[in-house]
């Protein structure tokens, strides 16, 4: 809004994660949000410091890379259209993946 640009392609990309309000307020008063406010809204999952944000980053990069890539990739997978989905259909789309994953060539290396 500050930059005569309506901001709806972006809260398209926020309205399942905050609520209505919170995004309304962000885009009218073009404000910035504290790190604390960002977590609130549920757009982070942590806060740290400015010194610790790299050792952070790096941690939760290198135990993702630990898991075996088809049971992350499943789980991004999942979460990307298990929300918009039915309760019964999202239950279905979980046991397919994870059949599909778990079955998997990879899956079943790692469990030697």
Not at 13 to 38: G, K, P, Q, V
Not at 67 to 77: N, R, T
Request: one cysteine or more; glycine letters at 4%; proline letters at 3%.
């Amino acid at each position: 809004m500050a930059h005569n640009i309506m901001p709806t392609m972006v809260m398209s990309a926020l309205f399942d994660r905050m609520n209505r309000n919170a995004i309304l307020h962000m885009a009218y008063s073009t404000e910035a949000i504290s790190a604390e406010d960002a977590m609130k809204y549920g757009l982070v999952s942590r806060v740290v410091s400015d010194g610790e944000m790299m050792g952070a980053a790096e941690g939760i990069c290198e135990r993702i890379a630990r898991y075996p890539k088809a049971a992350a990739m499943g789980l991004k997978e999942y979460l990307r259209h298990a929300p918009s989905v039915h309760e019964h259909a999202a239950i279905d789309y979980a046991r397919s993946l994870h059949a599909m994953v778990n079955t998997s060539s990879e899956m079943n290396s790692n469990r030697k």
